[in-house]
């Protein structure tokens, strides 16, 4: 939390320093989360923007994978992530507890991949500033992919709780816990969970599951093109150096 809020001071102070047109990254630069600065870098979630973009980002430049494997593309790394994610629902609907948090950290490496094929294409491109380019196939690859992830999260923790361990109205109750070598039963549930037992239908759990899919595509839909809006106007170029000045203290 600390940091989060340290990034976000340090960032907001920067933003009053820059116009985002001119914005650009010099070669050989070490790559910052604060310049150069786009507005799809602005307007990220902090976990991508101070977390997993920076591990890509310095990974690259440490390894300088990009340019030893030179002949893996950015959708080459895309397709990973998308199989990482299907490995992931192999653990994510196991009896063991142990083998979902094992699903849960392959899920995030999956994120990690998302961000680093991102990585891999501007070190590979011309294009080094952090934005996305909806005219290119990888741009539609990628967000494809990124839909298929979410599906695949939202279906395996739809097969646990309504497939895998079918809940009944008298009894039945989330699965929060396990033991590594049993089954979940609804005495194991009732021994060792210290929350409050609820009943949960079929119909619930689903509803519960689709609406939340829902809010996290409809929310990424909606980031996507209000990113563009912004784009076009803090990207503008304009006539008076004065009206620029405004807008970036209003930022």
Known sequence: MCYYLAMDITLYRTIQSVNL????RTPGELWSPFRPLSVKLIMQDPTTHYVLTPISEYFNEITHFSQVFYFI?????????????????????SDSLKSRRIGVLIYEARSLLD?????VYRAQSAQKNYESHHSELGFWVDSTSDTLGGFLLM??????????QPPRKEIGSLPWTSDDKEPLTDSHCESHDVRNSKSYTRKFIFWRCFCFGMQIGIASAM?????????DIYN???ANPQLAVRIVYLT
């Open 21 to 24: 047109v001119n914005e650009h």
């Open 73 to 93: 593309t950015p959708n080459m790394v895309t397709f990973t992530h998308v199989f990482l994610a299907i490995i992931s629902i192999k653990f994510l609907y």
């Open 115 to 119: 961000c680093f094929d991102g990585t």
């Open 155 to 164: 279906f395996s923790v739809l097969f646990v709780l309504w497939w895998k």
């Open 223 to 231: 980031w996507d093109q209000v990113m563009w809006n912004y784009t």
């Open 236 to 238: 503008a170029r304009l």
